[in-house]
């Protein structure tokens, strides 16, 4: 089998080129230095992207309408079942953090993709089995539990290193390959959302008009082949391995040696740093906390974003969403909205609006990592406040039409209400989704990538599991009140209340955003000069882990 354990540790990797045609540090599947024109690029990633996209597919396909299953066969309460579903996500993309670190320091991102697999297809099965048949009691709602976060742990296995394998067959130190590296960050999202695109579309008819054991078997079948795809493009992988401490070793390490360093900074006489070993570690820790402000400003952004697959489909599922006369669209489908306007969107970026932006900032990249953050944060202000106006909206017309006692009467009210928040939601993620993923994985040492990814996505992680707190907190003490904004009839409910609420906390979180980001320029104006300047700022770049300003 190609990338043996033996190839894995092969001393190769930790050597320079040794020609030009090689890359350096990176071995091919005999362990080999790697030959630039026989491994790696697109040529690679292609495969890699394959089994991301199967991997959209098979999670989309279970998230997407997850709280129809929820609050219909399981017969949960809506504020109940949205909650799951957040905790679930938290949990799907808290869990890249621990399994990238033991992915960059023993497992191989390679042999991590192909457990994902196999973790997928096994919990993906089991899924479709227990749905197949009617709940009956308690002990098939836990194995119908169990084998959805078997399905999250297969998730945390796979998000971080896939993305990060894929970008490591591009060489940064190649000046080709690098300006290939940034293109593949916009189309490994592309791939992504034309997945989900599809699948959102598929499985949500299928399980919603055939039956949900065949809607979960679907993605299975999906990820099964995705994996023997993956392992076709072996030989032409580029391998990276490390014999660095774990990430986890390294933090402990730097942290020790940093509490070391601020002792000995209080005597008269301090101990350098300088030769000590332990210099990479502090700096990594550094790096990451450095980050951390970065991180806490998008929290906001992710909670917005996981309303799209719980509130969205309820309201959704209240309107007329009949097509022509006999077709009546899924209320999960309406989610394909955010996935085709980003497959739209990215080429009109990635061949638009970067060369015209080039033409005004000078930059390769047409504005920075954090430019293209900021906007997509802008973007989600307005989508959720635009969510807010079109639910009073919907209230208005369940009033009018008298129906505000029926939960399940059809509105007379068109679907396509709906579609610009979800197109909104799509563009800011091609800004902010992409822009944080690239700064992520771009900002973190070579050695811990996967770690810096798993970083990105625990932002979302973070996000989904205080959307579920903040659900189940004010649906608790709405409902004392008399009507729960979350009630389970949608017109006496008040979700343009909560999405008010998410408008104001996204403002807040922007201005936080902007101010980290004057507060990390001024710590780079110390580090570098010793004084702090202010000037005119307008424009702004993230370099060496700090923000600089331009004048």
């Known amino acids: 089998m190609p990338c043996s354990s033996e190839l894995l540790l092969s001393p190769v990797l930790m050597q320079p080129a040794m020609a030009d ?41 279970v998230a997407a309408n997850l709280i129809t299953y929820l609050t219909g066969p399981l017969g949960q309460p809506m504020a109940r079942a ?26 191989g991102r390679f042999r991590a993709i192909i457990l994902a697999s196999v973790i997928f297809i096994v919990s993906m099965g089991a899924l479709s089995l227990s749905s197949a048949f009617p709940v009956a009691g308690s002990g098939h709602v836990a194995i119908f539990y169990v084998a959805l976060y078997l399905v999250a742990l297969g998730e945390g296995a796979h998000k971080p290193c896939a993305q990060a394998f894929a970008a490591d067959q591009f060489d940064e130190k190649d000046p080709k390959e690098s300006v290939a590296r940034s293109s593949f960050f916009n189309w490994w999202y592309f791939g992504m959302c034309a997945g989900t695109a599809v699948t959102t579309m598929v499985s949500s008819y299928v399980q919603d008009n055939v039956g949900w054991g065949l809607g979960f078997g679907i993605p299975c079948i999906v990820i099964a082949v995705s994996l023997v795809v993956f392992l076709l ?17 390294r933090a402990g390490i730097a942290f020790l040696a940093l509490i070391k360093s601020w002792r000995s900074s209080r005597r008269t006489n301090p101990v350098s740093s300088k030769g000590d070993g332990n210099t990479a570690a502090v700096e990594e820790v550094k790096t990451v906390l450095r980050l951390l402000p970065i991180w806490a400003s998008c929290i906001i952004y992710a909670i917005i974003f996981s309303q799209t697959s719980t509130f969205f489909t309820k309201q959704a ?48 990249t047409g504005i920075t990592k954090l430019q293209r953050i900021g906007a997509g944060l802008a973007m989600s202000l307005v989508a959720v406040a635009l969510s807010s106006l079109v639910e009073m909206k ?23 209400w709906m579609v610009p928040q979800y197109v909104l939601i799509g563009v800011a993620d091609v800004f902010a989704m992409i822009g944080l993923q690239e700064f992520f994985y771009d900002q973190v040492p070579d050695a811990a990538r996967s770690l810096g990814l798993a970083l990105f996505l625990s932002i979302f992680g973070v996000g989904h599991l205080l959307s579920s707190l903040l659900i189940s907190v004010i649906d608790k003490a709405t409902a004392k009140g008399g009507t729960s904004w979350f009630s389970n009839n949608l017109n006496r409910a008040h979700l343009d209340y909560f999405y008010w609420l998410l408008t104001g906390l996204c403002a807040v979180e922007l201005v936080a955003f902007v101010f980290f980001s004057h507060i990390l320029f001024c710590i780079q104006l110390i580090l570098t000069k010793g004084i702090l300047r202010f000037g005119r700022c307008i424009d702004w770049k993230f370099n060496d882990h700090a923000l600089v300003f331009l004048h």
């Open 394 to 416: 919907r209230l208005r017309v369940a009033r009018d039409a008298g129906l505000v006692n029926n939960p399940k009467a059809t509105l007379p009210m068109s679907l396509w």
């Open 21 to 61: 045609d090689t890359v350096a540090g990176a071995a091919d599947y005999r362990g080999q230095p790697a030959s630039r024109a026989a491994t790696g690029g697109w040529k690679s990633s292609v495969f890699v992207m394959a089994m991301e996209i199967a991997e959209r597919f098979a999670y989309k396909g």
């Open 82 to 107: 949205a909650a799951s579903i957040d905790a679930w996500k938290g949990v799907s993309q808290m869990l890249p953090l621990p399994i990238a670190c033991v992915a960059d320091a023993w497992l």
């Open 233 to 249: 493009g072996s030989r032409s992988y580029r391998y990276y391995t490390t014999r660095e401490a774990s990430p986890f070793s």
């Open 317 to 364: 599922a209240t309107l007329d969403r009949r097509i022509g006369a006999r077709f009546k669209v899924p209320a999960a489908a309406l989610q394909t909205f955010i996935s085709v306007s980003i497959v739209i969107f990215i080429p009109v970026y990635d061949r638009l609006f970067v060369p015209l932006a080039r033409r005004y900032t000078g930059r390769p």
